[in-house]
């Protein structure tokens, strides 16, 4: 079965970096994207940016341009995020969600979510 | 960038009732519109892709219709497992993607 085991809690200081994993597995990693989806304390959801699992290629949300970086390591089946400079609204549970490479575009399966908390 | 609004933002009706939501585009999406189900401490769950397809293992009595800017989430006989918030969710070609600001749904 499709699963996506992400990394536990942070608490980081304002300015730090946090870098957040998100272990594919039950299916074929190469073939799918992650997307990365924030929802700060009882807020929406916000989408941050998506990453190819094929090629690498990314496309994030141009509020976190520049602060924010996805990767993936296909030899893990892993996909990482990298959000830089931290600050407290930042504060807020973070997910990986598996999508599609072509249309129709949706997030069929979710990771457990990851709480980072920004503080100091 | 698209803009979605959601409404209302929270109901409250009784078990059986039928429940609709909508979602309203800034611009025309054609049929680029999810929805999710999202309860609390939960991760989000997909529902609804494309508008108006069911997902595989999603009961029947959710449905999804619209096209262009306006689209209607509907659930037709409101369950307890219900309770959760329900958000939509747009996409374009690149892909980027902006969700809406959610509906609460209660038990009266």
């Known amino acids: 079965q499709v699963q996506l085991v992400q990394s536990g809690a942070e608490v980081k200081k304002p300015g730090a970096s946090v870098k957040v994993s998100c272990k594919a597995s039950g299916y074929t990693f190469t073939s799918y994207g992650i997307s990365w989806v924030r929802q700060a304390p009882g807020q929406g959801l916000e989408w941050m940016g998506w990453?190819?699992?094929?090629?690498?290629?990314?496309n994030y949300a141009q509020k976190l341009q520049g602060r924010v970086t996805m990767t993936t390591d296909t030899s893990t089946s892993t996909a990482y995020m990298e959000l830089r400079s931290l600050r407290s609204d930042d504060t807020a549970v973070y997910y990986c969600?598996?999508?599609?490479?072509?249309?129709?575009?949706?997030?069929?399966?979710w990771g457990q979510g990851t709480l980072v908390t920004v503080s100091s | 960038d698209i803009q979605m609004t959601q409404s209302p933002s929270s109901l409250s009706a009784s078990v059986g009732d039928r429940v609709t939501i909508t979602c309203q585009a800034s611009?025309?999406?054609?049929?680029?519109l999810n929805w999710y189900q999202q309860k609390p401490g939960k991760a989000p769950k997909l529902l609804i892709y494309?508008?108006?397809n069911l997902e595989t293992g999603v009961p029947s009595r959710f449905s999804g219709s619209g096209s262009g800017t306006d689209f209607t989430f509907t659930i037709s006989s409101l369950q307890p497992e219900d309770i959760a918030t329900y958000y939509c969710q747009q996409y374009d070609n690149l892909p980027r993607f902006t969700f809406g600001p959610g509906t609460k749904v209660d038990i009266k």
């Open positions: 494309d508008a108006s």
């Open positions: 611009q025309d999406i054609s049929n680029y």
């Open positions: 990453i190819s699992a094929y090629n690498g290629n990314t």
């Open positions: 969600a598996r999508m599609g490479v072509r249309f129709p575009y949706y997030f069929d399966y």
